[in-house]
């Protein structure tokens, strides 16, 4: 059964400011608790009720500071070798994480962000609706403590998470694999919240990146479009929907301003019947429709597919190889490094270990090989994106 992360913190009297072991993003199934893991939150328990009673602190107040952080970082150290450059003295001194670590000294880009279209943001409000995205039972287990209302996952709380309560300097709004309803029964076209109320069409986030923006005074957010070749599909012709097709895409390009695409090739909202391939011939077209409206950057979900049973496959990043060397003038970038997570991993079934040349590495792998083969091709990037929480 799947609970909450903080749940079962609580429920074993964990205190860390830190994960101890996979926490799933709803993408990957997560893997059980190493031995390793299991050796850091006991540090990071011990180490911390010491360091609290120290400083006459109780030890959950004293978790949520820079000094709590610390003590977690050196027991990941301890455990995993000194991968991470924290001092002793910052698990007793915040002055001292202060000096190190001065804040604003970096340019933050976070190139992956999202809110939900929670029907409680300004026109996205409904009357009798509201926070339907927040009702799907899988959204609920994601293991965050939050409110239980659709503010909780809202552009509002968005905000103050990224631009008030975190450093990051700039952000991209990014895609889910949704489509957007072109015209009403009428042949009426339709605008803003009739188009789509998912969890974040293309329109809310150009709408947002424009308030942002507008607010900042100057570019803070990039937005990315959710249209792919097999959104809008002619199931008599079984091929896409050309003029369909090639409409919504001058809507994202032009009316929305969007900065890039963001692909899911193992994901089928037009209800084709099938994903599709970066390499396979309606991506073709799309990329010819694509540079005459001037739009050159395509941002792909690679790897994590336990979303997708059936289409799971397509998001092995095989098939960058021949598109990035047919369309140099074109650039992929490669979201979470085409990292592929799981529990069934021969070593972790049968010793509790990471093998770092199987199981995590095993579509990445493909993907360096790519490069490997093609030294100068200089259009094919890696996005940290969930890789980062599951190898750190």
Wanted: with cysteine; charged share 25%.
């Amino acid at each position: 059964m799947w609970i909450p992360k903080y749940k079962r913190d609580a429920l074993k009297g964990v205190d860390s400011p830190i994960p101890t072991q996979v926490v799933s993003n709803e993408e990957i199934l997560p893997r059980p608790q190493s031995k390793k893991q299991q050796q850091v939150e006991h540090l990071i328990g011990k180490w911390g009720a010491e360091n609290a009673k120290r400083l006459g602190m109780n030890r959950r107040d004293f978790m949520r500071t820079s000094m709590g952080f610390a003590t977690a970082v050196l027991a990941m150290n301890a455990v995993h070798g000194a991968y991470w450059d924290v001092d002793a003295a910052e698990a007793f001194e915040p002055a001292a994480t202060a000096e190190k670590w001065p804040k604003g000294e970096y340019f933050i880009l976070d190139v992956q962000t999202h809110f939900t279209n929670a029907y409680d943001l300004g026109v996205e409000r409904r009357a009798g609706s509201g926070g339907g995205f927040r009702q799907y039972e899988f959204l609920k287990n994601m293991g965050f403590n939050l409110k239980g209302d659709a503010e909780a996952y809202s552009f509002h709380n968005f905000v103050k998470e990224i631009f008030f309560d975190s450093e990051t300097s700039m952000i991209v709004i990014s895609g889910v694999p949704t489509k957007e309803k072109q015209r009403d029964e009428s042949g009426k076209v339709l605008e803003g919240a009739d188009r789509s109320r998912t969890a974040l069409p293309s329109w809310l986030m150009a709408k947002r990146k424009k308030d942002l923006n507008d607010l900042a005074g100057c570019q803070r957010s990039l937005s990315q479009g959710n249209c792919a070749p097999n959104h809008y599909w002619d199931k008599v012709k079984n091929q896409p929907d050309w003029p369909a097709l090639s409409e919504q895409m001058e809507r994202e390009v032009k009316l929305y301003g969007i900065d890039s695409w963001k692909w899911y090739c193992h994901t089928d909202p037009g209800s084709s019947g099938g994903g599709f391939q970066l390499d396979d011939d309606t991506s073709a077209k799309f990329y010819e429709k694509s540079r005459q409206l001037g739009l050159k950057l395509f941002s792909v979900h690679k790897g994590f597919s336990y979303q997708s049973r059936t289409l799971g496959h397509l998001a092995n990043p095989k098939d960058v190889e021949k598109a990035a060397l047919q369309n140099p003038d074109l650039t992929f970038v490669i979201y979470h490094s085409a990292l592929k997570h799981g529990p069934n991993e021969e070593n972790y079934v049968a010793n509790n270990e990471f093998n770092a040349t199987t199981g995590d590495f095993l579509w990445h792998n493909v993907l360096m090989d790519v490069k490997k083969r093609n030294t100068k091709m200089n259009n094919v990037y890696c996005e940290i994106g969930s890789s980062f929480g599951l190898l750190a």
